[in-house]
């Protein structure tokens, strides 16, 4: 096909047409009719300004018997019947109206587009709370409540018993045994929402902070077990419940939703930022607290929980109003952050026609998603004293404001050896060869374990043209091979950008601490929606017809009978190549625009990163021995630095993983894992004086999700704290074995694909030093006698050098790593 722009596009039909069925017969005619015209109007639908050039066909025979492959009748027969098909005015069935056969409009749209808004009024809601207490390290619930709120409420001056409350020990009269208790708790409380609910059809949400992780897993098992009364449908993805819609028959009673997702912080920080005015929150004996002793503390949970539902319910009721007045939304319209940013984007500064936002077809975005790198995380120097903690101001959204990025439809092209970089704009996978003198390595690289490492040495990658022109620049070999062009432009997100930082340094200035958290988290919550990953893990609740069905597909990965009724499966979508029919891309992905925006973040740290005095950085912080000058400085200009701290002494062991000394002897400590609540400064400088020290600490997990029974359990480990393993560069040692340094992994993966565009490559590489070689030596070979030629002509010649090139390049494959796209 032919774009309007004059680039070609190609494409090959997913599967075969069978022409023969199983018992020999000739396939009708029209039905080869229909499968090329339903495959060609789906790539129409995708490029719907192209024009069909030509059609090529080519023909597959299948036989067990590879001596009767050679049939030239029954080949012929077969060519004699497709050229019947394509040319023939009398197919089996009829013929399809050449006006039906024009492409037509998609009712999927393949762009992302701008809206207007379309809120009518706010809607009433609900928040809510439960909390449970240790049985045989099973979390059970002993109290629950809820508050209807609406819209303009003064939740300050609410009476008490506004706030619903259940408790377990009510019913210690008639129910001798806690759990039987907790279950009566549960069911009046889930039995009095239903009734609000049904007596104001305008509510419909109900919110839980944390539900994903906690609230949710209860609940869900509490509607699992009355599986015959009620119908479930759950939104589930990598194990995270984000929606649990409960139904009557086919009607809908309610709908569970976690506020976390739409301001994912802390109660506390949450109500202390929006609604300081309801006051803090509360604190129990949670450690004390079981079953024999709740009733003795009962005067302190009540009025703990109604706290709790009274803080989430002002900290929800002011976002309300905050989204409403400033963009005309209302939070029961979407469900995270990201797409509330997403929205607010779409109705307010988007203009499609000027800058279209293409939905990646499954090819674009796999092929894409291979560039799509986080950002850099490295430690350089274990050690140092009297540095300096900088941040940027804002990385993400400064880069989505300031650079160009990737517009319109991606177009395809397989041969981009001999074309010039510098021509080129889009995603291209490459030959890379990065030389051993650059001691901070610019462009990533994923090995087979899924760490980024930022290695020397000669590998393919799929990486933004952009980042490939800087990397060239820095002295990296770049040999592009093939990608997806796109549309270079302005940015679409100046406005969106300009407009929410500025207002986010008006409220600072304003003392408004809740419109800045606002701000803030709109600002940096877009760029993650469009780089969704539509390969996902998919839990559903659902009956045994259905369980069967699924266990059917190659996508199954689990299942576990939960009631008599009721099964929970967990499947993968989108987990592989599939046909396009069965393709389930985000609604709003377009991850083109999340990639640029990671690599052109790469791209402004890395001359910061690269100074030699740099000991550590992640992502958009860096750690210096020496301060920036005053130019780069400013804790207001978007894209600038901030001096978070002087450091005093620094430990820097691993990625994420650091001690600061600050001043008035005060730490600020980052470890990940599940050991993050135990390290101390004293344990970061054990481990710096020896590397090999380890200790086993006893500790507990107090809130593991066992998703077989849909339970809440605390679980007893034991950790084993030693040097965090980073395998993401290699440390370097003094004559004592002291760590004092660290330099770049090698890396050797040159796939199998293109082994031979690059051994030609290679082979110039060498016809490149080997005249640099001679050049240097001249005055010496003109002073000695001249060796014999070891080759008769320079087809020899170049055919040694060719296969020396390969025995190198597979010598280094085997000691390093190896990896076939």
Known sequence: MELPSAYDISFTLYKSIPLYDIAGNKVPKKMIYDYIERYVKSYGDIYPQAVIKGVFIRIYYEAKDYSKLIDFPKISDMISHIINVMDSDKLDGELPDVKSLQLKPSRISTKIGSIKSDMKECRPFIVADLETILVNDVHVPYAAGYLVVHPGDNLSSIPSHSIKTFFSESHITFYPTFEERSQRMLFHFLSNLEVDISKDSRIRTVYFHNFSRFDGILILRYYADRSQMYKLKTLLRNHRLYELKVYRGDKLLMRFRDSCTMLPSPLNTLAKTLC??????????????????????????????????????????????????????????????????????????????????????????????????????????PYGENLHYYDVNSLYPFIMKSYPMPCGIPVWHNKLESVGLDSLFGFIEAYVVCPTTISKPFLPYKDKNGTLLFPTGKFIGVYYSEELKFARDLGYDIIPLRGYLFEKKSSPFEGFISHLYESRQEAKKAGDEAMTFIYKLLMNSLYVRFGMNPESTVTEICNQDKYEELMKKDNFQSAEKLTDHYYIVNYTVNSTIVDDTEWKAPKMSAVQLSAAITACARIYMYPFISRPDCYYTDTDSIVLGSPLSDNLISSLELGKFKLECNVRKGIFLAP????????????????????????????????????????QIPTSANFRIDWKELRIVKKDLLLKLGLPRSTKRDNV?????????????????????????????????????????????????????????LYNTKAEAKKARMAKAKIELKAKSKRFSFQSY
Do not use: C
């Open 276 to 381: 300081p005015e309801l006051g803090s929150k509360g604190s129990l004996p949670h450690d004390i607290l079981n079953k024999s002793n709740i009733m003795i503390y009962s005067d302190q949970l009540i009025p703990y929980l109604k706290q709790d539902i009274l803080l989430l319910g002002g900290v929800m009721l002011k976002a309300q109003d905050l989204y409403r007045s400033q963009y005309h939304i209302d939070i029961e319209e979407v469900m995270t952050i990201s797409s509330l940013s997403l929205k607010i984007f779409r109705m307010n500064y988007l203009d499609d026609d000027i800058f279209p936002i293409h939905k990646p077809t499954q090819n674009q975005d796999s092929f894409i998603r291979r560039g799509y790198y986080g950002g850099h995380s490295d430690v350089y120097k």
């Open 656 to 695: 994420k993983s650091y001690m600061l000394e600050i001043e008035e002897d005060r730490h600020i400590i980052k470890h990940k894992g599940p050991a993050k609540e135990l390290v101390t400064s004293d344990w970061f400088q054990r481990l710096l004086d020896n590397f090999s020290l380890t200790e």
């Open 733 to 789: 040692y003094d004559s004592n074995n002291v760590w004092i340094d660290t330099k770049p992994i090698e890396v050797i993966d040159i796939g199998s694909q293109d082994a031979t565009t690059i051994l030609k490559y290679e082979l110039l590489r060498m016809d490149d030093e080997s005249v640099s070689q001679e050049t240097n030596d001249e005055s010496v070979s003109q002073s000695t006698t001249l060796q014999p030629t």
